[in-house]
């Protein structure tokens, strides 16, 4: 049997190929319903504006997002962990591209066995390319 701290890390490497896809539907599969997201300088957000920020309207410049996530730590507590990572995402639209980077704070609950992330603090910032 897969331990929770593999099935996290796998629930990352499954949240960052599929971000790299255009993958929404997974992507959005990954977070609890209720999920919160902590981002500097904006009123804290969940999964319906997450969702509307990814939407590209039809005949739109779609995007190409990339990233990498570096699990510093994960600590599990019954059916809820939390996990610090430092990562780096960058999108490029045409011919512009922007880096971002940073430490986040994750804190994940298991439903039926699954793991799904429940809040997220994003402390990233622009990097110069």
């Given at each position: ?24 539907d997974?992507?959005?599969?990954l ?13 804290p ?7 509307r920020?990814?939407?590209?309207p ?19 507590i ?8 430092r ?12 880096k971002?980077a ?9 439903s ?6 429940a809040r997220d ?9």
């Amino acid at each position: 049997m897969v331990n929770d701290e593999q099935q996290i890390r796998d629930l990352v490497a499954t949240w960052m190929s599929a971000t790299r896809a255009g993958d929404i539907d997974t992507v959005l599969s990954l977070m609890t319903d209720d999920v919160v997201f902590l981002v500097a300088g904006q009123p804290p957000f969940g999964k319906q504006e997450f969702a509307r920020a990814l939407s590209v309207p039809p005949g739109a410049l779609v995007p190409q997002i990339d990233g990498r996530s570096e699990i510093e730590e994960i600590r599990v507590i019954g059916d809820w962990a939390f996990m610090r990572t430092r990562l780096t995402v960058e999108v490029t639209s045409g011919s512009r591209t922007m880096k971002r980077a940073g430490h986040t704070l994750s804190v994940l609950r298991k439903s039926g066995g699954k793991w799904q992330l429940a809040r997220d603090a994003n402390l990233l910032t622009p990097v110069e390319t």
